[in-house]
């Protein structure tokens, strides 16, 4: 019965697979650092797989930092943890599909791989700008506490890796950079294929951060940067000049990405000579010359009044003569005098409704997105009083207006509703109520990931006053509020609806809290010499002791790659609790001893997967004999133990 190895893909090792699967003889064998082999790359190898040139020595151009290898092998390191439910700090647990995780987003951007890969459909992300004066991640925890609190000024008892960033040290630009790298190169993985990554950034590190996302996406998926207005000119300030915008950038996983917003405002005409064939007029010619499409420089002759319309020689016609008869028979040629509410002196060219819903598929009757974001997006000042309304103080510093967030939903989920929205820097949790007003506007059903640091609120700050100890705390009351505030908002709606109006639903306004923690297995790394009674009295169960059924679940979930949001019941068989996934998706019973008859049950359920302690069963005769009762009554459920 195969086991459950509890910890995150080792992306290295997956990358090298791939390699070898193109290119078997550049793959080697190697020693880790604790002596055992591996599989490797020869890269002398492979570049001569790939070039008849060696690049070595040769100059290119790249992108680079100090610290940038050591951000390639940190997004690809395995860990050893997982996410542990908390319902008593979770809002609607039983039938929400949104989540809201506690902990460094690195880790969790590396627990969501299986379960959440091509799946997110927009990535919104407010990282720290790299002032001098806010806190990053460390991703690399290498001192001791006394000597992180020396050197850096803020740790916790759970080693959460941020420092300060001044510009004193000699690496503020790298270290920014190596923050970012791993994290977006993972947050790719979770993008659907149409999907794309929208990041707040300042004049900082704007440079740096299209960079890296050149190198994360590519050049040619970069979606646009946007420029927000977040303030009015401001006095005093270095040179004399007000930096009053700040950047959104976007980056999409694939070509398949495409924003839209409702509201067509094409200009369609219904004439009698064309019944049931509305339509509107497109210019005729193009900004080239003669020299420069000679088979596009000639004469136009209306064929019912004989007047000719000759060629610009600055800007020749749009088609040739050959695609001029076919358009004359198609009726796609509009003459001056044709029509009297047309104010025309030369030909165009007529586009069919049908043309354009045909073209524009599901898209029919949306409009592109502008860079030239309106003033309706809002600007700090109103993302301060979206957080005071509800809060009634200001809780929170420089929160994002919930209508700029809204704004990038609604361009990229116009047309898919369903979608899955993350954050991973949430704050305050702006972009959850962001998704939860824009489902209450349209009757969507988008689903939140939140995803935050706990970091502790400075003791002077009005939020710790208030009794937030954590940006966490803010952001999970945040949302209980405002859920609430839209939903009785509709309430109100339906109650004053006239006749014949449908009512509106009530958005999803609760979510599932998940905190990162230690893997739920004991580490169990001793030599022989080392085992005691003790030793082996404590490896009767592999589980750590403080561990419920609960925890093991979502352990499973993550490496069986499961949505986290999946409906979850419990049920009693003969005194043993299992527990059942999304309708069978899997079973899982995690109590010390299990019999027969409910192994039997489990099978005949004939489950997709199906989960027990190892230790459950008390020899290898046992286990077989589940194995030999699941070829039985479910021979295709997938069965394991952990």
């Known amino acids: 019965m195969d086991k459950m190895k509890q910890e995150t893909a080792d992306l290295t090792q997956e990358n090298i697979e791939r390699i070898g699967e193109l290119f078997p003889n550049v793959i080697t064998e190697m020693k880790d650092e604790k002596g055992t082999l591996k599989k490797g790359i020869n890269f002398e190898l492979l570049k001569q797989e790939l070039t008849g040139n060696v690049v070595d020595g040769e100059e290119c151009y790249d992108f680079t930092w100090v610290g940038k290898k050591a951000s390639i092998v940190e997004a690809n390191t395995p860990i050893r943890k997982t996410l542990r439910p908390c319902i008593e700090e979770s809002k609607n647990w039983e039938t929400t599909e949104n989540l809201y995780i506690e902990g460094d987003n690195l880790d969790v951007l590396k627990l969501l791989q299986e379960s959440y890969l091509n799946s997110v459909k927009m990535i919104y992300i407010d990282p720290p700008y790299n002032t001098g004066n806010d806190f990053i991640y460390m991703d690399k925890f290498v001192v001791n506490k006394e000597e992180y609190e020396e050197q850096i000024g803020l740790y916790d008892e759970e080693e959460n890796r941020l ?3 001044t510009d004193a040290n000699g690496r503020f630009h790298s270290d920014w950079c190596s923050m970012m790298y791993p994290r977006l190169k993972l947050l790719r993985n979770l993008l659907s294929n149409d999907g794309a990554v929208f990041i707040s950034i300042d004049d900082n590190e704007l440079d740096n951060l299209v960079k890296i996302c050149a190198t994360v996406f590519g050049e040619r998926n970069l979606v646009g940067i946007f420029p927000w207005r977040k303030r009015t000119a401001k006095s ?17 996983k694939t070509q398949e990405f495409s924003a839209c917003l409702k509201g067509g405002t094409r200009k369609y005409y219904e004439t009698s000579d064309l019944p049931g064939r509305p339509w509107r007029v497109h210019d005729l010619t193009k900004q080239t010359s003669a020299s420069e499409r000679p088979n596009s420089y000639f004469t136009i002759t209306d064929p019912k009044t004989g007047k000719e319309y000759p060629a610009n020689p ?13 358009y004359l028979s198609e009726d796609r040629i509009v003459f001056p005098g044709m029509y009297e509410f047309l104010n025309i002196s030369r030909p165009v060219f007529r586009y069919f ?82 998704v939860m007003q824009l489902n209450a506007e349209d009757g969507g059903n988008r689903k939140f990931i939140m995803v935050q640091l706990p970091e502790p609120c400075d003791e002077k700050s009005e939020a710790f006053k208030a009794g937030y100890k954590n940006i966490c705390e803010i952001g999970k009351e ?70 419920i059924d609960l925890d093991l679940l979502y352990g499973v979930l993550l490496e069986w790659g499961l949505s986290l949001s999946l409906k979850h019941e419990i ?36 489950p997709l997967r199906a989960v027990f302690r190892d230790s459950s069963f008390a020899s290898s005769s046992d286990k077989i004999n589940v194995e030999e009762i699941f070829k039985l009554h479910a021979p295709n459920t997938s069965v394991k133990v952990i």
């Open 163 to 165: 420092f300060k960033n």
């Open 236 to 252: 005093d300030v270095p040179f004399g000049v007000s930096q009053d915008f700040e950047w959104l950038v976007s980056f999409a």
């Open 314 to 326: 600055n800007r020749t016609w749009a088609i040739t003569e050959d695609t001029l008869q076919k």
């Open 353 to 434: 409704k049908e043309d354009d819903m045909e073209k524009a598929g599901e898209q029919f009757g949306y409009i592109p997105v502008s860079t030239n974001l309106s003033a309706s997006v809002g600007m700090t000042k109103n993302g301060t009083q979206d957080i005071s309304q509800l809060f009634l103080e200001k809780v929170f510093a420089f929160p994002k207006p919930v209508s700029l967030i809204a704004h990038f939903v609604r361009a990229v989920t116009s047309l898919d509703k369903n979608a899955i929205i993350a954050d991973f820097f949430s704050g305050s949790a702006t972009t959850a109520h962001a």
């Open 478 to 547: 945040r949302i209980r509020r405002a859920g609430d505030k839209i939903n009785r908002e509709i309430e109100e709606g339906n109650r004053q609806l006239k006749l014949g109006e449908e009512p509106k639903k009530p958005v999803d306004i609760g979510f599932r809290v998940l905190k990162v923690d230690s893997a739920n297995m004991k580490d169990v790394f001793y030599a022989p010499p080392e085992y005691t009674q003790k030793t082996l009295t404590d490896q009767i169960s592999n589980i750590k002791d403080d561990r």
């Open 571 to 606: 049920e009693d068989i003969d005194g043993i609790k299992i527990h059942i996934v999304d309708n069978d998706s899997l079973i899982a019973c995690f109590a010390e001893s299990i019999s027969e008859a409910v192994v039997r049950e489990i099978a005949k359920r004939q």
